[in-house]
């Protein structure tokens, strides 16, 4: 995504995402003000974390993270209003900065990604990759209730 990251992390000790966030944060910053030599804050604000709420959101948190970028070529799918099932899904097949594309057993940032847990839980890459389709076709928002995606 061109302004924003979605991650999807797993607390090992208290404050250890806060952490995590400052030192991936503040050392991209400082990489890309070197790069291009510039100064000053790269980002605006603070991080965002939303807490896993139940198990239910659990379950649509990782399709709504790899769905993500298909705002850059078909913002209507949140609105439910997309037509082309079969190019969202070629979209997301060739769209490197995912770890989508490891998910579905294709391996592109896999040093990065833990995906054991999460694989297993969604039934394996050819569920995951039909089940994006699904959940693009069938994905009720509503059935979250108060629960925040983002």
Known sequence: MPNHYHLLLSRITEG?????????NVGYAKYFNQKYE??????EGRYKSVSIANEQH???IPYYIHLNPLDLVAPEWRRRELSNYRSA?????????SSFLDYIGRE????????NFLTELLGGP?????DVVRWLKEMN??????TTLE
Do not use: A, C
């Open 126 to 130: 050819k569920n995951i990759e039909r």
């Open 58 to 60: 659990l379950l649509h």
């Open 16 to 24: 250890g995402v806060s952490r995590f966030m400052r030192k991936i």
């Open 89 to 97: 899904l070629d979209f997301l097949k060739t769209y490197r900065w």
């Open 141 to 146: 928002l509503e059935s979250l209730g108060k």
């Open 108 to 115: 592109n940032f896999p040093s990065v990604t833990q995906r």
């Open 38 to 43: 510039r100064k000053g804050t790269l980002f």
